[in-house]
């Protein structure tokens, strides 16, 4: 503003609001003095204005040296309650795409956040679930994204599809082995997809650290295999080595496919580029071809591929992988026989007996499950919720060796 009778601006400045003085209610204008004035009978007639001692103790208010100050120790003050209100919300179980980086407001949409209140469960996994975060080490999250599938889409509604075909009316929460799971997992709800790939990584990432970051298990429901990415590269913040199983029909070794490097085809080679996987097991593979094999020949040091046609054990995998060690697993669904798993949008036939899978997710287990996924069940393709009853009964399995592991 140069000139306060010309220029066609009027500034306001709630002085004792910006600096949070409580029961004091008072601030400056700039602009005509016709303006001003206008303002000034306003304000009186609302409630009397200001007294003439307010108005002069205000003017200190004006100074550098007070500005500075003040703002100083409100951001100090007003830091503290923000991180007090994210702490408890993350608590409620309401997750921030970005957490705020303000002073005071915090901004959540419930269409993101993995709270129940947002997205409202219609089964309890067999009796499995509960809402309460001190019954168990156990999170399970669903990751509802097919962005990156190559062919059909579909697999961003199985999460919804699997905890509903896996209801408390017909199954119940005991593992083959006797170990009841009765109100042992913490429900975390569904994320769903924001506009990018990128953004919804992101948010998959950072929930899946928040949840490492609590000294819990993810128990993951995807989602195309692409979301397996974001939730492996969340364990680099546990700074352990980690290895892990791949079930699947596909090796998932190219390169880029179709000039996307974030596609549910490129899931392999992107967990062996993370430091923290040191080795990768591929159990199932028979959709393999020239250019993923010479991939995969490129990291021979830290990549195992089992044929669906060979035989694997637990001694095989031993000698590869140390007893004890950190293991995460991704169980893409299309590995088992369509015969057994038809809702899956690239099936092959030839492929696993659930009886392998369920042995294998059987105690005594040498290492330590410290998460798992199941992805690219596709209910669009299934018939009778097969497809959907065998991804949850895995994870079920799964969720036994995790609990029993972690002292029963």
Known sequence: MEDVNRDPVVIFDGLTKSHRYPGWRLGWALGPPRVVEAIARTASALDGGPSRIVQRAALEALLVQRVEQETNALRENFCRKRNLMVRELEAMGIRFARKPAGTFYCWTSL?????????????????????????????????????????????AGAPKRIRQAYNGDCYNSATEWGLDLAERVLEEGDLLPLDSWSETAELFEQTVRDILCRSRLPCLLGGDHAVTVPAVRAFDCLEKPLHVIQFDAHPDLYPEYEGDRSSHACTGICLLEMEHVVSLTQIGIRASNALQREVGSHHSDRLRVFDAGASFNLADLKRWIPEGSDLYITL???????????????????GLFPRDLLGFLTPPFPWRLAGIDVVEVNPDRDVGDRTALLAARMLHHAMGLMIEQEGG
């Open 111 to 155: 269409i993101l956040h993995t709270s129940p209140m947002a997205s409202p469960m219609v089964s309890s996994f067999a009796g499995c679930l509960t809402q309460s975060p001190e019954a168990s080490a156990l999170s399970l999250l669903g990751l509802c994204d097919d962005s990156q599938s190559t062919y059909l889409p579909g697999p």
């Open 332 to 350: 893409d669904l299309d590995a088992l026989d369509p015969a057994f798993a038809p809702g899956v949008s690239h099936p092959v036939p030839g």
